[in-house]
């Protein structure tokens, strides 16, 4: 079966702190991608990044990063330095053949609440 | 801002009622994607539509349909509302349709059913 988990519920972290949301998930897909959203307050879902399974170098992009490991079928988040504006809810999803039958179905996973406080 | 649209963005209505809630996707986008999101159940796909035509149904009741107009709006049609229907449902559009399309996310119509 695919599924994602995000283990952690919510995180609270002061301003400057580095933080890391992990993401596991399963499937019996050899190709598969995995993906990160955003959902500030204001509710609007925001795509962050796209990996596919054959890309396991990891990724920054200013503050973000993100470590794709297919050892231990993860795909963390980090954000360097927090700041107020990363105050959101934040979603890991995959999409894989075998799952979504050749199609672009997204299952998501229950999302990390990250508050950051000033 | 995604590109893509929805309206309305708030709606609250009764229960039985029916609504329509509207999709654009991003220009030159061909696939559109539903989503509901609930407290309870998460992110879940509804239905995804490519040129016009259905590719993918998720965990859509058979109360709840939908389409893909030639102009590649879309529209979902809720009908005979539960109060369990409340939610924010989400529009996406992509490019193509096959798994890995990076999907867009619309702003929301967030329905309330009282």
């Known amino acids: 079966a695919q599924k994602v988990t995000q283990a952690q519920t919510e995180i609270s972290v002061v301003e400057k702190e580095d933080v890391t949301l992990d993401c596991v998930y399963e499937?019996?897909?050899?190709?598969?991608?995995l993906f990160w959203y955003k959902q500030p307050p204001s509710g609007e879902l925001v795509f962050l990044i796209r990996?596919?399974?054959?890309?396991?170098q990891n990724e920054i992009s200013g503050r973000y990063s993100w470590n794709f490991q297919k050892s231990t079928s993860s795909f963390n988040f980090t954000i360097t330095a927090s700041q107020v504006v990363d105050s959101a809810v934040y979603f890991c999803?995959?999409?894989?053949?075998?799952?979504?039958?050749?199609?672009?179905?997204?299952?998501f996973g229950a999302g990390t609440r990250l508050a950051v406080h000033p | 801002d995604s590109g893509v649209t929805q309206t309305p963005k708030h709606l609250i209505t009764a229960t039985g009622q029916r609504v329509t809630l509207r999709c654009s996707p991003r220009?030159?986008?061909?696939?559109v994607y539903w989503y509901q999101q609930s407290l309870d159940q998460g992110l879940q796909f509804l239905i995804q539509?490519?040129?016009?035509?259905?590719?993918a149904k998720g965990n859509i009741l058979e109360r709840f349909s939908a389409q893909q107009f030639p102009d590649l709006h879309s529209e979902l049609n809720l009908s005979s509302l539960e109060l369990g229907d409340s939610a924010l449902y989400f529009c996406?559009?992509?490019?193509?349709?096959?798994?890995?399309?990076?999907?867009?996310f619309g702003p929301g119509t967030r329905l309330t059913v009282l």
């Open positions: 499937t019996r897909d050899t190709t598969y991608y």
């Open positions: 996406a559009s992509s490019v193509g349709g096959r798994e890995g399309d990076t999907q867009y």
């Open positions: 539509y490519y040129n016009g035509e259905e590719r």
């Open positions: 990996r596919n399974s054959f890309d396991e």
């Open positions: 999803a995959l999409s894989g053949p075998m799952f979504s039958g050749g199609y672009n179905k997204l299952i």
């Open positions: 220009s030159g986008d061909l696939s």
